[in-house]
T-cell receptor
Framework: AQSVSQHNHHVILSEAASLELGCNYS??????LFWYVQYPGQHLQLLLK??????LVKGIKGFEAEFIKRKFSLNLRKPSVQWSDTAEYFC??????????FGAGTILRVKS | DTEVTQTPKHLVMGMTNKKSLKCEQH?????MYWYKQKAKKPPELMFV???????INESVPSRFSPECPNSSLLNLHLHALQPEDSALYLC???????????????FGNGTRLTVT
């Protein structure tokens, strides 16, 4: 069965700091990878997605990610975070069918 | 704002009650999903309807009964729930009958369910 690991459960940063959130998956085949964000009281929103091609992926709100196949990872990055980036971030993997499996989530708090 | 609408936003029910959660999307999506999210946990898949047919039931107890009256609507009927069923219930849809790069999930805001 596929699984997803997010390395940090809580991250606290100051505004303008750089962000990197790790995500590793276990699945031997071709995967679809997603990062979702859940702002307080809001719905899960798609930040970015990856299937194939350029391993550097651009998402919304200034987020980007790098796919490293040999590490089975899609790490989320943002060069300079803002207070409004305070949210919970979920990595998700879909290797086959309709079973999108989510990681445990990372709660990011940005101090202003 | 999300294009997947869930009602009600909050629901409190007793263990002997029968209630329903509703979900609606008008994006022409072909698949609809129910997820359950407990506090400080990731969403967990419950059911998937693809082209209005139940395609996945993740061994969910029968006290949860899904229904897909048409391609735009998804219901979750609740009966004889337990306090441990209290959670955020999320509805989602995808353009095609399965989730992939070209057909990611679009989520609603969820229904916060409390079982007393």
């Amino acid at each position: 069965a596929q699984s997803v690991s997010q390395h940090n459960h809580h991250v606290i940063l100051s505004e303008a700091a750089s962000l990197e959130l790790g995500c590793n998956y276990s699945y031997g085949g071709t995967v679809n990878l997603f990062w979702y964000v859940q702002y307080p009281g809001q719905h899960l929103q798609l930040l970015l997605k990856y299937f194939s091609g350029d391993p550097l992926v651009k998402g919304i709100k200034g987020f980007e990610a790098e796919f490293i196949k040999r590490k089975f990872s899609l790490n989320l990055r943002k060069p300079s975070v803002q207070w409004s980036d305070t949210a919970e971030y979920f990595c998700a993997v879909n290797g086959y069918g309709n079973k999108l499996v989510f990681g445990a989530g990372t709660i990011l708090r940005v101090k202003s | 704002d999300t294009e997947v609408t869930q009602t009600p936003k909050h629901l409190v029910m007793g263990m002997t009650n029968k209630k329903s959660l509703k979900c609606e999307q008008h994006m022409g999506h072909r698949a609809m999903y129910w997820y359950k999210q407990k506090a400080k946990k990731p969403p967990e898949l419950m059911f998937v309807y693809s082209y209005e047919k139940l395609s996945i039931n993740e061994s969910v107890p029968s006290r949860f009964s899904p229904e897909c009256p048409n391609s735009s609507l998804l219901n979750l009927h609740l009966h004889a729930l337990q306090p441990e069923d209290s959670a955020l219930y999320l509805c989602a849809s995808s353009q095609e009958g399965s989730v992939d790069y070209d057909s990611p999930l679009h989520f609603g805001n969820g229904t916060r369910l409390t079982v007393t």
